[in-house]
């Protein structure tokens, strides 16, 4: 069943082993980790033909294909990613990777800490996007890339892309960053701390060391789930999907599911909170917080970008309100005020932040002809 | 093979290696050919999406936005040229636009549809609004909401304190000398602040 033309097919994840100390952004130091990653496609001889996909929040390496027959989803950006598709599996060398920190298989606070043999729990350090940026430069080295034709990601996977920009200019060809910001707005970072809240005060959540007790702060992170998922969407999309729309006809006078938007986050809630980890949520919660280019420069945007070379496709969405157009323009000012090669679109979407991976035809036909481009470019 | 009898003329004025800035650049053709033509580089900027996509493919460089609103995010005098191609005569602010295009480049060019052109003058004569293949709209679809002659143009110009450098007058692609307010119906300008 998962043998479409258009597909990468069935697609096995591996796992690197790092055990050269990482020094992260906090000071902090983490003797050895994995990172777990998908790859797709065909690494060619000179390795010009490699693009790293960055995750988001609550992604993961499984960008494309299927585990098994038996998965019913592909990976979470399958509509982007493969054969024939935008970013094209029969010319580009496909990499995604799970972020450390993560709980999908890369070295995270539920991985057992080899000092104690239990999960690192609170004593997981904290991660920034630079720390990602440099543990996905080892992963390159690792598969002997020394360029990227290409880093791409959407929201904090954007920032990923641009941090790559900026921390190894000479190692990124093209940067596509997507419904992303150069740092989060205030209204966005208080809607990370509400959401943190939630995990911290559960009581399940034993200053993150719930693995312990056998419990999860599940009341927590389906909290944090919810909130997220009505940031993600925009008013007009919730109001088209439900509306007012009762799951009875008629009100129950209780605080049971009545509507049909509160059946559909309790269940995006209670998914959610069986298969993420609370403190990794934590963590990328913090790194999005965190990431600001300009933060230890004390100088602007476009002076913190300055050491960038890629090009760069910039693209926002006009619902999106958590990550607003205007602040992929900010990035662009950046990089016109620096000369550097850049397009921009502000795609016309109903979905709010989650319309980056829908399969918009416009979207996808930008992303197809930019990196069109960008292979033609490489001799690719 | 050039697609609009200006584009020539806006390449002979561009010097090589520019940095260049085309408002309202359509499919991105006249950047393509800048680039091929003068090895000039810069952005387009565009509203359409259907032209935003035909200027990627290109591989020209383009950015989404509303010229109406002016060109905040682009700083004073960086720009060689910015080239504002038949499109003012479509555009509600003239005055911010001018502005904007002299506060950004360190020089105009502008091509601009003459409605002093004989052909509309004896149309307007016969009692009806001028349609023709250049502007080929009638009078309740057409965007050119702001039409004028090259003398209108012109004393704007003065008005506004812009000094004109070159102008280069046309007539269905043909160079027009004689007469250029009554046998043009396309005109070039070259620009920069009085």
Known sequence: MHTQTNSVGIVTPQTAHFDTPIILKSGATLDSYDLVYETYGTLN???????LVCHALSGHHHVAGYHSEQEKRPGWWDNMIGPGKPVDTERFFVIGLNNLGGCHGSTGPSSPDPKTGKPYGKAFPFVTVEDWVETQARLADRLGIESFAAVMGGSLGGMQALSWTILHPQRVRHALVIASAPGLTAQNIAFNDVARQAILTDPDFHGGDFYAYGVVPRRGLRLARMLGHITYLSDDVMGEKFGRIL?????????????????????????????????????MTKALDYFDPTHHHRVGLSSAMSPAQADFLVISFTSDWRFAPGRSREIVKALLDNDRRVSYAEITAAHGHDAFLMPDPHYHALVRAYMNNAAKGLGI | MIARADFAAIARWVEPNAKVLDLGCGDGTLLKYLKEARNAHGYGIEIADANILACVEKNVNVIQMDLEAGLSGFEPQSFDFVILSQTLQAMRNIELVVKEILRVGRQGIVTIPNFGYWRRRIQIIGGRMPVSKDLPYQWYDTPNIHLCTFVDFEAFC?????????????????????????LGNLAVYRFEKA
């Open chain 1, 45 to 51: 001889a000179d390795k010009s033909n490699a693009i």
């Open chain 2, 158 to 182: 003065r008005d506004q304190g812009v000094r004109i450098l070159e102008r280069h007058v046309m007539c269905d692609g043909d160079d027009v000398s004689l007469l250029p307010n009554l």
């Open chain 1, 247 to 283: 799951k009875n006809d008629v009100f129950q006078f209780g605080y049971g599911v009545e509507f049909e938007v509160e059946s559909y986050l309790r269940y995006q809630g209670d998914k959610f909170a069986d298969s993420f980890d609370a403190n990794t949520y934590l963590l």
